[in-house]
C-alpha cells in the first residue's frame, strides 16, 4: 500500500500537483524539517510548506527510491515506509537529500521526515523557506533584538 502511495506522492511533487499531495496526506501529519526542531503539525501547514517548497526548489528531480518499514519519530512503531532521494537547487546551492515518508493503515502519509546536504545548502534552504512562510504568512517574521 506504502508503495503505491510513494509513486503517486512522487509524481504529484514532481508535476506541481498540490491537490493530489493533499489527498495522500493524513489530517495530523507532522514533517520534520532539516532546519526546524519541531516538526509542522497538521495538513493546513504542511500543504503550505509544501506550496513554498514547490516553488522554491529548481530543477528538482528525485533519483533513487526504496521501501520497507522503519520505526516512526511520533510513537515508535513501525510502519511501511519510503525513502525518496532527491537532488535540486536552491539560491545557487546544490542540494541532494531524501524524502522518509512513512504510512498509516491506510498507505497515507502520516509522517514525513526530509534530510538535506550539504550544511551550506541546508543553510540556504532553510532562509528561502522562511521567507516563502512569512511570505504567504505561515508563520510570523523572525524579529530582532533590539540594543
Known sequence: MGTATADRFRAAVEKGDL???DALFTDDIR????????PF??????????????????DFRYVGEFAGT??????GTETASAVLLFRTVVNGKAIHGIDLL???EAGLVKEFTVMVRPQSAVLALGEAVLAGLV????VAAPTTPTA
Open 19 to 21: 491537490g493530489a499531495l
Open 102 to 104: 512513512h504510512f498509516d
Open 31 to 38: 514533517l520534520y524539517s532539516p532546519v526546524k526542531f519541531r
Open 70 to 75: 522503519a520505526e516512526t519519530g511520533a510513537d
Open 135 to 138: 511570505a504567504d504568512g505561515l
Open 41 to 58: 503539525e497538521g495538513k493546513p501547514l504542511v500543504m503550505g510548506l509544501f506550496g513554498v517548497l514547490l516553488r522554491t526548489f529548481e
